[in-house]
């Protein structure tokens, strides 16, 4: 186990200067233009791609061999400080991956994680498919359903999934689905819906807020078939859980299966969540810092008001405190130790940062931070979904309600 530092080393300075630099030179000046259309930023992913910045490459690398856990969260801060949509184009299929990393078999993982990206000549993306129009927050209640035909060794899939990130522009959808409904969150799996299989198709894309240049849409599954060997993690496994999930709904004494699918994968990803609204935050917060020590108001720099200066110096307190926390759980996560609460904290606090930060940027550059002229008005709507995706605020508050207190808080 690696001594428990958050100091950078070398091997993470380098990385964090190299993303830095694409992220002012590539990412940036692109950000106000794809915002503006609402398209997914092909050409600036493609690029990320030549330079090995998206790619499972860079994934392996910035997870696996890294025995701090801070690679990850390091890179994904510079490239979100570049712009939150655009950062989350790039780093969408991530979330894929973890599905597919978190609940598959290690065949699965070598055949489906390289699809979720393509190569650098013809990049892919991935989706993880959770969300339903009536379940978020409440991933128990899926109405997607999936039905096993042994004789033919093949699920059918069928329902709708909203607010995917990167839906039906996937090579790879991970879909997570209702194997026993009764048993609600226990009775679910994962299953790998390959490329272009017949049934899956993209339903409206939404309009939304914020990261407008990351795609988001519907995603209907209309009787899709999938071979058996699609189920993440393996027939054998989802049966001895399904086993252990109905004695325990009998036998109340029994300890159930273990975590849902969803949530086992949404745990590993709170910390990366949290960096990217530390990215956003910072980014509010120097422009705003420049912007003070130029903007003239009753003959001086508005920073030189008590008011503004300490509006600036609460701004960099609370965004080290979140960095500091999303550090913790990220090194936590990766030396085992994780016990969940120390991921919704980090993913709650730099939510809030975020969309505090952004809001008090735009309070400084006055009437023109409240213009499409400057970037803090995009940034403070790309922080809100900070407070939304991945767990909502009162979600994680949940979760570390429940973990603090050992109860089932409601
Ligand atoms: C841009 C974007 C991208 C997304 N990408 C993906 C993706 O790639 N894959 C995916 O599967 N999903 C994705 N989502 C979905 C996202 O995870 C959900 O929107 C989120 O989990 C909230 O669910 P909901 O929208 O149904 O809200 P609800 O669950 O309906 O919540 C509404 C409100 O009620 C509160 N609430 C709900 N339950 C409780 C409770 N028990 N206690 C207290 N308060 C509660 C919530 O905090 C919230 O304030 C994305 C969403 C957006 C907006």
């Known amino acids: 186990m690696a001594e428990f530092s958050l100091a950078l080393n070398d091997d993470q300075i380098q990385l964090r200067d190299w993303v830095h630099e694409f992220a002012k030179d590539v990412i940036r000046p692109a950000a106000e233009e794809w915002d503006e259309r609402e398209e997914f930023p092909w050409p600036i992913v493609e690029e990320a791609a030549k330079i090995g910045l998206y790619g499972m490459d860079f994934m392996a690398n910035a997870m696996l061999a890294d025995a701090t856990g801070l690679t990850l969260p390091v890179a994904i801060e510079e490239m979100f400080w570049g712009d939150a949509g655009i950062g989350l184009s790039i780093m969408g299929s991530g979330l894929a991956a973890a599905g597919i990393a978190g609940n598959g078999t290690p065949e699965q993982l070598m055949e489906w994680v390289p699809q979720c990206y393509g190569t650098a000549d013809d990049v892919k993306l991935g989706a993880f498919c959770v969300s339903e129009p ?142 990217q609204a530390i990215g956003v935050a910072r980014a509010a917060y120097e422009y705003a810092l420049e912007y003070a020590g130029e903007r003239q108001a009753f003959g001086k720099p508005i920073i030189m008001n008590q008011a503004i200066a300490f509006m600036l110096a609460d701004m960099i307190t609370e965004i080290d405190a979140a960095r500091l926390l999303v550090h913790r759980a990220a090194w936590l996560s990766r030396n085992g130790t994780y016990v969940n609460a120390e991921g919704s904290m980090s993913k709650l606090k730099a939510g809030r940062v975020a969309v505090w930060v952004t809001e008090r940027a735009i309070q400084i550059l006055g009437g023109y931070g409240y213009t499409r002229e400057y970037p803090v008005e995009r940034m403070h709507r790309d922080a809100k979904i900070f407070d939304i995706f991945e767990g909502t605020e009162q979600i994680q508050q949940l979760v570390i309600g429940r973990a603090i207190s050992g109860r089932r808080i409601e």
């Open 134 to 275: 009536d379940a978020g927050s409440d991933v128990s209640s899926l109405r997607t359903r999936a039905v096993y035909d042994e004789a033919k060794d093949e699920w059918t899939l069928n329902g709708t999934k909203a607010w995917i990130t990167n839906g039906g522009i996937a090579n790879v959808h991970v879909v997570v689905a209702a194997v026993d409904p009764e048993l609600r969150g226990r009775g679910q799996a994962s299953f790998i819906v390959p490329p272009n299989t017949p049934g899956l198709s993209m339903g409206q894309k939404y309009k939304k807020h914020g990261i407008r240049a990351s795609h988001t849409s519907e995603v209907v599954l209309d009787d899709v078939k999938v071979p058996g060997s699609c189920l993440l993690g393996g027939k054998e496994k989802l049966d001895e859980k399904l086993a252990r999930a109905r004695e325990a709904l009998t036998k109340p004494q029994v300890e159930s299966s273990g975590k849902q699918p969803a949530m086992a994968t949404f745990e590993a990803t709170r910390p990366a969540v949290g960096a």
